[in-house]
């Protein structure tokens, strides 16, 4: 089987897709708070049912890149263990952060997960950020700010959900470096795979250790974890996956901030959360950020 790498030009999706890729991967993993508020099990069961309801879905995918070799490569790559472990630390944390602190409080904190891609992608992917994506991410971090920073509170008895906002940066940012080093190796559909059952395995010895009710309680509360597997986990992560294939994870990880304008949007549409001129003032910044940060190709 073929690496992405490896592939001819010819047969690789221009740059230009894999950006739409992050775009629409954006919406799907912006719209993950509304189904984790509205679900009728735990934190960490819904984090649970999120991947272990995307795995059979996912593992046919892999299976239609390269058959069962593909389902048995997946658990061969040191990187793709790395991205579901890393990505059960980022489930982890956001599902108690959203439930312990304000949506705007735990949005803007994990929004900060682009400062330990900078940090860490030369040192563990070899891949040096340059000027142009360093100075696009900070314009995305004051977007962000700007954003979410009137909405945002310091309150004592939210403080540890705000840790936990700080512990899904961590997880997600990791979690790029993973998948964009697996994917040098790997087609979209076996590293999300064999990520997603990592982290499955990993939330559910945590689900069954610390939560007192596993399954829904009522067919709503099922349609529920289900759209937040299917929409939010296999939709939003499979294209960014997809798009890690092509572009660089210091540029991928600005779908953060691409998420949260989603998240504003939805809140608008969806709950009529009125978007003021500091809103839209942080979206503008946004969307310079990403310009400045854009593969010059």
């Not at 690496?3 to 690789?12: D, G, I, N, Q």
């Not at 944390?93 to 304000?102: A, D, Q, V, Y």
């Not at 294939?245 to 809140?267: C, N, Q, R, W």
């Amino acid at each position: 089987m073929p690496s992405a790498r490896s592939l001819p030009l010819s047969a690789r999706p221009g740059e230009v897709v894999a950006f739409l890729a992050l775009c629409l991967g954006a919406v799907a993993m912006g719209i993950s708070p509304i189904f984790v508020r509205i679900a009728d099990v735990g934190p960490f069961a819904s984090a649970f049912w999120r991947v272990a309801l995307a795995v059979p879905v996912l593992a046919l995918w892999a299976m239609s890149e390269g058959g069962a070799k593909a389902l048995l490569s997946a658990f061969r790559s040191r990187a793709i263990w790395l991205a579901g472990f890393f990505f059960a630390i980022d489930l982890f944390f956001w599902h108690l952060s959203i439930l312990n602190t304000s949506i705007a409080n735990a949005t803007f904190l994990s929004s900060m997960a682009p400062i330990w891609v900078l940090l860490f992608s030369g040192l563990f992917i070899g891949e040096k950020v340059g000027r142009r994506e360093a100075g696009g991410v900070i314009v995305c971090i004051l977007g962000g700010a700007v954003l979410l920073g009137g909405s945002y509170t310091l309150d004592a008895d939210k403080l540890i959900g705000d840790i936990y906002g700080i512990g899904t940066s961590f997880g997600f940012g990791t979690y790029f470096l993973a998948v964009r080093a697996a994917r040098r190796e790997h087609r979209t559909g076996t590293v999300t795979f064999g990520a997603t059952t990592v982290t499955a395995l990993c939330l559910g010895m945590v689900a069954l250790a610390f939560e007192p009710k596993l399954l829904p309680s009522s067919l709503a509360g099922a349609a529920t974890l289900a759209a937040l597997a299917y929409v939010s986990h296999i939709g939003g992560q499979g294209l960014l996956a997809f798009a890690l294939g092509y572009l660089s994870a210091a540029f991928s990880s600005l779908v953060i901030f691409m998420e949260v304008i989603a998240a504003a949007a939805l809140a608008f549409l969806v709950f009529g959360e009125a978007i003021g001129w500091s809103q839209g003032l942080g979206g503008l910044m946004i969307l310079g950020g990403i310009w400045i940060a854009r593969p010059r190709s």
